[in-house]
C-alpha cells in the first residue's frame, strides 16, 4: 500500500542499540520482503552499520520432478512455482510467508501434491493431515485452519481434508496410516449427511462459513465466499445448495478407499511421489 510521500506500510522491527560495538541484530521469526527500508535514529554518539544481509529460509524439498517446454513462459511459471512451494512451507504449509504463514486445508492440499509429483517428499502432508484430524471441533468438524490460536471453520474444507486423505491413500501404501483416519472421516461425512434435505437430496443453508468457488448461472459468473452468504446477487438467483456438490462426490469416493484398485504403475512411475 503506497503511503504520502512515498512510505510504503509493511512489517516492521524496532532495535535498541546498547552503544557496544560489533553488535549483532536479528529478527525473531523469519521475515518475507523484497524492499527493506532503515530508519535510523541516533543521538549523541554516530551509529555504525558493518554490514546488512538477509539469509533465505525455505524447506529443504528436492527437485527430483522437471518440467520442460519449448516455452520459456511456462519454463518460468515452473520456477517461480517451485521457488513459492519451498517459501510456503517450514514447521507446517503456509498459505504465504509474508501475511497470515497459516496452514489452510484448501491451499494445502494443493501444496501436499506438489511436494508429492515434484519432490516426493510426503512429510509436511501427512503432518497436516494429522494436525487438521486434531483440530476437531465437538460437533465433527475439522477447523479450516490448524495449527492456530482463533479457531475458524470453513464446512466444505472438512471435506477438502478428505480429500487429502484420498490423495495419500492413491500415493502411498500405508493402510495404518489410513485407518486412523477413517473414524474422522465418518465423522465429517455424518455431520454433512444430518444436513441433507430428505426431498432433494441436496444440501441446504449450512452453519459457519462456506467456500466455493464455482460457475452460477452462466459462464463467467463466479462465487469465492466464506460468509453465509455467497454472493450479493438476490437470494432468488443463488442455487438452492451452492455447496451440494462436494458431498455427494466424496462419499462414493471415500467409500472405495478400502478396496479401490490404484493406477497402473505404468501411468504412474515418471513421478517420484508415487
Not at 522491527?13 to 521475515?31: C, H, K, S
Not at 504465504?96 to 509429483?117: A, F, K, N
Amino acid at each position: 500500500m503506497r503511503l504520502p510521500a512515498g512510505r510504503r506500510s509493511g512489517s516492521s522491527d524496532i532495535f535498541v542499540p546498547d552503544g557496544g560495538a560489533n553488535r549483532r541484530f536479528t529478527t525473531l521469526w523469519f521475515r518475507t520482503y523484497r524492499y527493506i527500508e532503515m530508519t535510523i535514529e541516533t543521538a549523541a554518539e554516530p551509529l555504525t552499520v558493518d554490514d546488512f544481509y538477509g539469509n533465505f529460509t525455505g524447506y529443504p524439498f528436492k527437485e527430483r520432478g522437471s518440467f520442460a517446454c519449448n516455452d520459456a513462459r511456462l519454463s518460468d511459471i515452473w520456477t517461480v512455482g517451485w521457488r513459492t512451494a519451498r517459501l510456503c512451507a517450514g514447521e507446517t504449509y503456509f498459505d504465504c510467508p509474508y501475511y497470515e504463514q497459516m496452514q489452510y486445508v484448501g491451499d494445502t492440499r494443493i501444496q501436499s501434491l506438489v511436494s508429492l509429483y515434484v519432490a516426493g517428499d510426503d512429510r509436511l502432508m501427512r503432518n497436516a493431515i494429522e494436525l487438521y484430524d486434531l483440530s476437531r471441533i465437538p460437533e465433527g468438524l475439522t477447523q479450516s485452519r490448524f495449527p492456530s490460536s482463533k479457531p475458524q471453520i470453513i464446512t466444505t474444507f472438512s471435506l477438502f481434508w478428505i480429500d487429502m486423505v484420498h490423495d495419500y491413500w492413491m500415493h502411498r501404501d500405508d493402510p495404518a496410516f489410513i485407518d486412523g483416519r477413517l473414524m474422522g472421516i465418518q465423522t465429517v461425512l455424518d455431520w454433512f449427511e444430518k444436513r441433507l434435505d430428505v426431498q432433494t437430496g441436496m444440501l441446504g443453508a449450512l452453519p459457519y462459513g462456506v467456500l466455493l468457488i464455482g460457475r452460477i448461472n452462466g459462464p463467467g459468473t463466479m462465487t469465492n465466499s466464506s460468509a453465509a452468504n455467497p454472493t450479493a446477487r438476490p437470494k432468488e438467483d443463488l442455487p438452492s445448495s451452492p455447496c451440494s456438490w462436494p458431498v455427494h462426490w466424496i462419499m462414493p469416493q471415500t467409500c472405495l478407499m478400502p478396496s479401490a484398485r490404484k493406477p497402473s504403475p505404468a501411468i504412474i512411475a515418471n513421478w517420484p511421489g508415487t
